[in-house]
């Protein structure tokens, strides 16, 4: 298994700042994952953090908006850029101890409220 | 259309009901099948994974797959108020990108 620390667990910010999560995993992975969860919603993957290497990001998630930073096999941030209350949502971490993606363990969120 | 589908619910059930969740899927490339539980303010847990087709057994927890119907369900026996949750169904192919299912709101009620 793996044990994920998120931190911040919630905050509530205001339109136009940015928010960056940190991610910190008690092992080395190769792949981080960082996921948005809206109200009512599943879980979309925004993108995927390599160390060593520029971050991949799913369709209709940009790098201006969500820059992602993976300085080592153990850490890796998520910013939120120019926020709006359309950023409200839970933002999640895992990572991958399985092959392929077969064991993805969670963090415990970050519940991001924009007013 | 999606391509992971899952009846939200929510499904509320009496202590010790057997319950069923399911989701289907329209993409025959996957093979990897997973449960997830996620309590209220929690990130999701790992429950169940199966590969391929089949059933798999853990506790009070069974997984089932069937490809040919590109259906999956998880059953839980003498079902428990801890069980109350979110259960995400999560599936993936060779990419190895997990696409999930809304999640079914379960009560089970004392």
């Known amino acids: 298994s793996a044990v994920i620390s998120q931190k911040p667990s919630r905050d509530i910010c205001q339109r136009g700042t940015s928010l960056t999560i940190q991610c910190q995993v008690d092992s080395q992975v190769t792949m981080m994952f960082w996921y948005r969860q809206q109200p009512g919603q599943s879980l979309t993957l925004i993108a995927t953090?390599?160390?060593?290497?520029?971050?991949?990001?799913e369709s209709g998630f940009v790098i201006d908006k969500f820059p992602i930073s993976r300085p080592n096999l153990t850490f890796s941030t998520l910013t939120v850029s120019n926020m709006s209350p359309e950023d409200s949502s839970i933002y999640l971490c895992s990572v991958d101890k399985g092959a392929p993606n077969t064991e993805a363990f969670f963090g415990q969120g970050t519940r991001l409220t924009v007013v | 259309q999606k391509e992971v589908e899952q009846d939200p619910g929510p499904l509320s059930v009496p202590e010790g009901a057997i319950v069923s969740l399911n989701c289907t899927y329209s993409n025959s490339a996957f093979q990897y099948f997973m449960w997830y539980r996620q309590y209220s303010r929690k990130g999701p847990e790992l429950l169940m994974y199966?590969?391929?087709?089949g059933n798999k057994e853990d506790g009070r927890f069974t997984a089932q797959v069937d490809k040919s119907s590109k259906y999956i369900s998880l059953f839980i026996r003498d079902s428990q108020p801890s069980d109350s949750a979110t259960y995400l169904c999560?599936?993936?192919?060779?990419?190895?990108?997990?696409?999930f299912g809304q999640g079914t709101t379960l009560q089970v009620k004392p």
């Open positions: 953090a390599n160390q060593g290497s520029e971050a991949t990001y």
């Open positions: 199966t590969y391929s087709s």
């Open positions: 999560a599936m993936t192919g060779n990419t190895g990108k997990l696409i």
